[in-house]
């Protein structure tokens, strides 16, 4: 096994001075002992081996390669089985474009309120907001779509309602045991939210009699 760097035109070698170069002629490539010298070679020099790869020259595969971001993020969707989304040019999910009357259906089923705080909103300061993000497997469609502020939306961002709600307790229960000096009422707000916790764990989100319901503090009154 001859383990190399290369883009698959121009190979890391090493030159007379002892620094890595790129050149177009294999037989000048420097040959790794192994494929994680190779791999801690190019974490170490990333401008230089952007786009490279490690190779093995003699079963013409691909050992290992650097993904890109957008790489995971399709990787991650492919296992997750989600391959009905459609991309822009740079790389974001392309989503629909909904009119000022479906958005105004929207807001007034959702009381004009963020769905996530209960923050009463202007229309024209509501962000809609995929009730499960559509990646992961949501649908671009009205019926997983809610009334949010761009706040909430911005923090939510592609969590799942129930992750979305364990984070927000977890936050809340922290900055209580960080800040409180009155331990009696740390102690029943922690009981009151790990309560609720226990009660909301099996449910499942969606909208219920109109409303954004996901079994939780946060649903609308």
Not at 203 to 216: D, E, F, L, P, V
Request: charged residues 25%; positive net charge; glycine residues 8%.
């Amino acid at each position: 096994m001859a383990i190399v760097i290369t883009n698959g035109e121009y190979y890391i070698y090493l030159n007379e001075q002892g620094k890595h170069r790129k050149t177009k002629d294999i037989s000048q490539a420097l040959q790794y002992k192994s494929v994680r010298e190779a791999i801690d070679y190019m974490y170490k020099a990333p401008a230089k081996t952007k786009g490279f790869y490690v190779y093995d020259t003699f079963t013409n595969r691909v050992i290992w390669k650097r993904l890109v971001q957008q790489e995971i993020i399709e990787l991650q969707e492919q296992k997750n089985g989600i391959t009905n989304i459609t991309r822009k040019s740079d790389g974001k999910i392309k989503r629909k474009h909904y009119s000022p009357t479906t958005r105004k259906l929207i807001y007034d089923n959702c009381g004009g309120r963020c769905q996530l705080c209960g923050r009463k909103l202007l229309l024209k300061d509501m962000s809609l907001d995929h009730i499960k993000p559509l990646s992961m497997g949501g649908v671009d469609d009205v019926s997983n779509l809610t009334c949010t502020c761009v706040p909430c939306n911005r923090f939510k961002a592609n969590m799942a309602p129930d992750f979305f709600n364990n984070r927000i307790n977890e936050i809340f229960l922290y900055q209580m045991k960080k800040g409180s000096r009155g331990k009696i009422l740390q102690k029943f707000c922690t009981c009151l939210l790990q309560d609720t916790q226990r009660k909301t764990i099996h449910t499942r989100g969606g909208r219920k009699n109109g409303k954004y319901h996901t079994g939780n503090l946060y649903s609308a009154d």
